[in-house]
């Protein structure tokens, strides 16, 4: 096959997958019209007029009442949306972001992929976007109109980049991201389980001077948020509901009020086992391996998860399909193809909308079918990659080029 045939042929197979899941993403529609995003814009030009931020809610018919729950300083990031008008400018100044976003995770996540499979990495890309765009995470995200892929290339960029050059900038884009949301923070003690601590003091002294920048701006609505809304959880809704797959909503699923004693070891063996597998998959030569274990870990961690905040399932799909190729093994490839497939078909909407919540194992299997997924890949994620590029330990010490893992 000549080199203007195979272009040919990979533009082929990818304008098929494009009109393929295209139509499938047209059928679905845009199910939560921006509303999160709604919110946001509301709650800003709220703030604007000199009302208390986090005085703001809008009701909700599954929740109760919704309002602005992330620290002070998202609300500075955000505040330039009051100036705009909604519907239209809005949606458009959050869809060129989000998409910009998730394409440049979604590149550095699949360079890996195409050196491993031995395709252009522009033919693996394409073919990736429209797949990866039909999982719940990702289109959930994009039409509630979350930060989530803003955060997501933040940390990216920090280990993948940065991290593989040791800049000295390394931990920026992780603080930047924990002090817009909390939940980023958990690549700091990735970072530190992982002994960067140069990067560790860094991502933690920007989250600092962010956060202090945002109680200089908003002294008032800071100390709200840091002394009421976080300790209340106020506005964020019910730990209870379905689309909560965190440690906490399968507790709170399951005893009411919620067992916060068993909730609190759940998590400290979570995070213990998940943060070594994550520090030895690092020293073992797999970034990539190490930092979705992270993630997977914040997601099971924190107290409300909502399904679209699960962006991990990507890469740890991306890691399977490495494990699972050249040589064949089945395994990885059928759990990459179990979690694409349960993921992007939504067993926990199925359960809730269409079986109405059956009880018994079934409905507790399934009720928490993504918290269930993220359990098994912290024990069963493969450690290591064939021929990814890491900057280990020693060689960033000693400023030497790093070998590929075999």
């Known amino acids: 096959m000549g080199p203007i045939t195979a272009v040919a042929w ?40 000199g009302r208390p931020l986090y005085d703001f809610s809008v009701p909700d018919p599954t929740q109760g009442s919704l309002g602005f729950t992330y ?18 400018p809005v949606q458009v100044a ?7 976003a998730f394409a440049v995770s979604l590149w550095l996540l699949l360079l890996p992929v195409a050196r491993h499979l031995g395709q252009p990495t522009w033919f693996v890309f394409l073919l ?6 039909a999982l719940e995470p990702i289109r959930e995200t994009f039409t509630f109109g979350q930060v989530n892929f803003v955060l997501v290339a933040l940390v990216l960029v920090d280990l993948l980049i940065l991290g593989a050059v040791s800049s000295r900038w390394t931990g920026v884009g992780i603080g930047l991201a924990a002090a817009v949301k909390l939940t980023p923070g958990i690549f700091i003690l990735y970072l530190l389980c992982t002994r960067r601590w140069r990067a560790a003091g860094v991502a933690t002294a920007t989250a600092t001077a962010a956060t202090a920048a945002a109680w200089a701006v908003a002294p008032g609505d800071s100390w709200t948020y840091w002394t009421r809304t976080l300790v209340d959880g106020d ?40 943060m070594w597998r994550a520090a030895r998959a690092y020293t073992g030569g797999s970034e990539l391996t190490g930092l979705t274990l992270a993630g997977l870990v914040g997601c099971l961690a924190s107290p409300v998860t909502w399904v679209h905040h699960i962006f991990w399932f990507i890469p740890a799909i991306l890691l399977l399909v490495i494990a699972g190729t050249r040589p064949l093994r089945w395994p990885p490839l059928l759990g990459a193809a179990a979690i694409y497939c349960t993921v992007t078909f939504s067993v926990i909407s ?27 890949l912290l024990a069963a994620m493969p450690a290591s990659l064939s021929r990814e590029p890491v900057v280990m330990p020693s060689s960033a010490a000693t400023g030497q080029i790093p070998s590929t893992s075999s």
């Open 71 to 88: 620290p002070p300083f998202a609300a500075l990031i955000l505040r330039p949306l009051a100036g705009f008008a909604w519907p239209v």
């Open 350 to 376: 199925f359960y809730a909308y269409d079986l109405h919540e059956p009880g018994g194992i079934a409905g507790a299997v399934l009720g928490n079918w993504d918290a269930l997924l993220m359990l098994v």
């Open 128 to 133: 990736a976007v429209p797949l990866a765009s």
């Open 10 to 49: 990979r533009l082929g197979v990818a304008a098929v997958v494009w009109l393929v899941v295209g139509a499938g993403q047209d059928r679905y529609g845009n199910r939560h019209n921006f509303s999160d995003l709604r919110i946001y814009h509301l709650a800003v030009r709220w703030w604007r007029d």
């Open 94 to 100: 959050f869809g060129t972001v989000s998409v910009l």
């Open 235 to 274: 506005g964020i809704g019910h730990p209870e509901y379905l689309f909560n797959q965190s440690l906490m909503g399968i507790v709170a699923r399951a005893s009411d009020p919620p067992q916060r004693v068993l909730w609190l070891l759940l998590v400290a063996a979570v995070v213990g086992f998940g």
